[in-house]
T-cell receptor
């Protein structure tokens, strides 16, 4: 079974803190994604990566950055957390190609106070 | 600009009834249309998917109906069960290596 693991399920951070959300997949997938999920807004793409050291902006990249130093690991970074970044963050991975299944992790709930 | 519009936002169905969730899109370049199911506390998981060369795909109690001319597709859940209570997302993508675009989701509650 494909496994996408988000190491932190629940985090509480203070405004202005730097936050790292880590994601690891075990299926040797080239593609990795970070989505944000908010009630009524669905899943919004923050950043994605099709290869190591490669990144592309999604629909809502402001306030976020990413790092992909190894194929299996994709990190989301909040340089200076703000309260409007309180949300659930979902990491996902897939093989290349438009019709391939995307596999999601279980999500990281971030609260910024 | 929302590329995939999903309705309704929430849905309550009696056990044994039919649940219907609709999605509409504008971009005619979309050629892959999956539905994802998400239970509370879990990430979304692929439920069923269709390509525009067919008008319907059925897997067990779940059916996707696809209307290319109307640029609409829908998910039908027959004989809905309380265990189907979840949030459902439609999505679409363009051929090649492009990310999925998701609808805003429908929270389905199946009551006994």
């Amino acid at each position: 079974d494909v496994k996408v693991t988000q190491s932190s399920r629940y985090l509480v951070k203070r405004t202005g803190e730097k936050v790292f959300l880590e994601c690891v997949q075990d299926m040797d997938h080239e593609n990795m994604f970070w989505y944000r999920q908010d009630p009524g807004l669905g899943l919004r793409l923050i950043y994605f990566s099709y290869d190591v050291k490669m990144k592309e902006k999604g629909d809502i990249p402001e306030g976020y950055s990413v790092s992909r130093e190894k194929k299996e690991r994709f990190s989301l970074i909040l340089e200076s957390a703000s309260t409007n970044q309180t949300s659930m963050y979902l990491c996902a991975s897939s093989y290349p190609g438009g019709g391939n299944t995307i596999y999601f992790g279980e999500g990281s709930w971030l609260t910024v106070v | 600009q929302q590329q995939v519009k999903q309705s309704p936002q929430s849905l309550i169905v009696q056990k044994g009834g039919i649940s219907i969730i609709n999605c509409a899109y504008e971009n005619t370049a979309f050629d892959y249309f999956p539905w994802y199911q998400q239970f509370p506390g879990k990430g979304p998981a692929l439920l069923i998917a269709i390509r525009p060369d067919v008008s319907e795909k059925k897997e067990g109690r779940f059916t996707i109906s696809f209307n290319k001319s109307a640029k609409q597709f829908s998910l039908h859940i027959m004989d809905s069960q309380p265990g189907d209570s979840a949030t459902y997302f439609c999505a679409a993508s363009i051929a090649g290596n492009t990310p999925l675009v998701f609808g805003k989701g429908t929270r389905l509650s199946v009551i006994a």
